[in-house]
Every structure is written in C-alpha cells, then in structure tokens.
C-alpha cells in the first residue's frame, strides 16, 4: 500500500474537511500502521497470498469493512 500523503499539509487537510463521512473513515483507516500490515499481507506478492477466502473475511470483519459488490481484485 502506499504512503497516504502527508495529513498536516495545507492541501491534503483542504482536501480532507471535503469528504463526507466514507471518504474520511476511508482516509483515516489507510494510515493506521496496523491495517496497513494486514492490507500488505493479504495484497503481496501472488505466492505468498491466501488461497482460501476466510483471512480477507476475517481482515473485513475485524476493521468493520463490507463489501456490497463483487468487485476485481486490486492486489
């Protein structure tokens, strides 16, 4: 994953008091150390990924993610 931008710059706090509520859950979630640890495990390289669905169902249920639709894979 990589590095948020900076959230004491002048530009990115401007952009940040625009967001509504998702956006900024969304943008404080991404620079916690430790989601970003379970993102980087579950996202690595293609060997080292889980086979099975249940580690990205426990990493969702543990940060309180859900996911209405189907979407492609971003890893």
Do not use: I, K
Not at 15 to 34: H, I, S, T, V
Request: net charge positive; charged share 30%.
């Amino acid at each position: 994953m990589a590095e948020p931008p900076d959230w004491r710059s002048q530009s990115t706090e401007d952009a940040l008091n625009r967001l509504e509520r998702q956006g900024f859950a969304w943008e404080f979630l991404r620079r916690n150390p430790d989601y970003r640890r379970d993102y980087d495990r579950l996202c690595g390289p293609p060997a080292h990924r889980p086979r099975d669905l249940q580690p990205y169902r426990s990493v969702a249920l543990h940060w309180g993610l859900r996911f209405p639709v189907r979407s492609r894979s971003t890893c």
